[in-house]
């Protein structure tokens, strides 16, 4: 993901830009608040008039396929800027909807037009790659009055890493011209030979049309109401017109309706956590984007619009308990592009599976890796992890065969070249100098380090990835045996058994009474707290005693804001809670964590991870949780501070709540028996209930309502669809 520049407060400067080639730059303070909407490989983000490049602070634009078509956007009432009402995208994301009026109009020093008597309703949504809008104008006043309502608009077509700050010294040639009296068409001819354009059309035809410009003038009789249509159209060849605004916007809410049918829906007790969940489940669905392979959760807007591996595992496994289908189009997706084999520049190698795809000229051209990249080290194991899930979950044998030969692709990775040394672990090291330094989920330049500060030279041993390569051969292992591989499933288990004495030797620290970060290249071990230790008890690695000692400092005051669970506990050398990966908190790695306090049965920490998000979510924006906000500690009547450039929505913070509900019920699914089963339930004390409809295993469903009593739950089965139980299981 997004790479960082340390600060270096001992010698007061920064590191040299060479080393954080694809840092994300936060260099002006936002003048208005942001909007997004996304519609498949389309996106938009306007500021809070619905305008695009008005205003400074954020990457204003139309996007797509990982080029701005539209880089300005700007509404004008007679010459100046309208004042704001309101603006709010509508609850499923489908629509932008913004209110603007007149500000006061003058002719020398008198008033000739009051503000607030022209009403500007500016309605935005995308469908098919175009970005439709509606402009209604309404007079208020008792009088006629005409205006000059003008739209000034242009193109940069820059790739998606230049409006992130990289610099190019050759561009292509772009072109903007008229091409009816109520269409301007801007392309650009990249250095890739793509020739990518843009074309607005205009409804009613403008009183004056310009390469860059339209204007009207517009007379409103009292109370009268007129509307301008536009249409902004990415790579539309012009052959034929988009359908109208009315049409295009009940089209894009069918598709809404038809995408989320089958989805398990939750419901509780608390008005303020419905509102996070539905935000989530909005912002979810939006990021779901058709493919050839089926629909796969883009990782966030708007750095991260596109395939990437990692997250997609993730928040696939995430939501695997209420929504399946997500997995099979991840995993189908995944196992289409993975390495078949060695390339140095995109760290492929046979059997890898797949860190981030891109779509842009840059990309194209190779001045960035990420065409098709492959330098992750913990996308092949969580494959392998979520394959294995995703069958005992569905049943779903007929997909396990398809995925089988990259199942097995992978391990031979795991086995082969993923451990170059032999030592049993599997380890990172880049090719080239032009991919990502650190290559787990933690992938900033400094997010790896010893506990004097120094960076961990590589080939680095990460302790969650060894993990997830644990439960990925436990898991394989279970699908070898569905599949008659008896052999290959005793192996399995017996090199899972292995690993886990290893890690526990050569991880464990007694002094930390944790698990080491990683190993690095030396087999030295990096001594710091940090949040991957929960991971590793996600995976189920860890011995139980060491669980509950993990567990016990992950929510102490050096790990636990109040907010949540830091990447970095507080002291450590390289702590900074405004840092990207080194002192933040992360909802899904929260998330994670939690699953893994579940595992061990430590529900009473469940329930303390999930209220501290949960209550800041209550003052994130749209009850929306971001990629990653700070980590300073929670103070009282005061919200958690936010990190500048963190991407809202992103899909694995959206699939968070939900995967806190997995672990606070224990759900477990048997598609053989048809049953369901909440293994050791525990509510936190914000819920005192929870309703699940549509929870679905074995071709039927059933809805059920949890009761918090205290510290035990009462279930009752509210509907049945097909032969179908829920019992809770208390166990020790």
Known sequence: MAIERPLQAERRRV?????????????????????????????????????????????????????????????????????????????????????????????????????????????????????????????????????????????????????????????????????????????????????????????????????????????????????????????????????????????????????????????????????????SAADLCMLMTGTAQGRYPYAGIPWYSTTFGRDGLITALQMLWCDPSMARGVLRRLAAFQAKASDALSDAEPGKILHEMRAGEMAALGEVPFGLYYGSVDATPLFILLAGLYVERTGDEDTLIELWPAIEAALRWIDEVGDADHDGFIEYYRKTDKGLANQGWKDSHDAIFHADGRRAEGPIALAEVQGYVFAARQLAARCARRLHHDALARQLDADAQRLAERFEASFWCDELQSYALALDGAKEPCRVLTSNAGQVLFTGIARPERAKLVADGLLSPRFFSGWGIRTVARGEARYNPMSYHNGSVWPHDNSLIALGFARYGLKRAVGQVMQGLFEAATYMDLRRLPELFCGFQRERRRGPTLYPVACAPQAWASATPFSLIDAALGLEFHPQTKEIHLRNPRLPSFLDYVILRNLQVGGSSIDVKVRRHADEVSLEVLQARGQVQASVILSA
């Not at 629509?95 to 008597?117: C, Q, R, S, W």
Request: aromatic content about 8%.
């Open 15 to 279: 590191d040299p830009v060479a080393e954080a080639p694809f840092y994300i730059p936060a260099t002006q303070t936002v003048t208005r608040p942001r909007r997004t909407l996304k519609c498949d490989d389309t996106f938009i983000v306007t500021d809070s008039h619905g305008d695009i490049g008005a205003s400074t602070g954020d990457p204003d634009g139309l996007f797509h396929a990982d080029t701005r078509f539209l880089s300005r956007l700007e509404l004008l009432i007679n010459g100046e800027q309208p004042l704001l009402l309101g603006s709010n995208v509508r609850d499923d994301n489908t629509m932008l909807a913004v209110d603007l009026t007149n500000p006061d109009f003058y002719d020398g020093d008198h008033i000739i037009l009051e503000k607030d008597i022209v009403h500007v309703a500016r309605t935005i949504f995308l469908w098919r790659g175009n970005a439709y809008q509606r402009l209604a104008l309404r007079n208020h006043g008792g009088r006629p009055i005409v205006l000059d309502f003008s739209l000034h608009f242009d193109s940069d077509f820059a790739d998606l890493f230049e409006v992130r700050g990289i610099e190019r010294p050759r561009r292509g040639t772009g072109i903007r011209k008229v091409v009816a009296p109520d269409q301007v068409l801007l392309s650009y001819h990249g250095l890739d030979g793509a020739a990518r354009r843009t074309r607005l059309i205009f409804d009613p035809t403008p009183t004056r049309l310009a390469a860059t410009s339209a204007s009207y003038r517009i007379e409103l009789a009292p109370h009268e109401s007129k509307p301008i249509f536009l249409v902004v159209s990415c790579n539309d060849p012009g052959a034929q017109r988009p359908v109208p605004f009315l049409r295009g916007l009940l089209a894009a809410h069918r598709e809404l309706r038809k995408a989320t049918r089958g989805m398990t829906t939750v419901e509780t007790s608390n008005e303020l956590f419905n509102e996070v969940l539905c935000r």
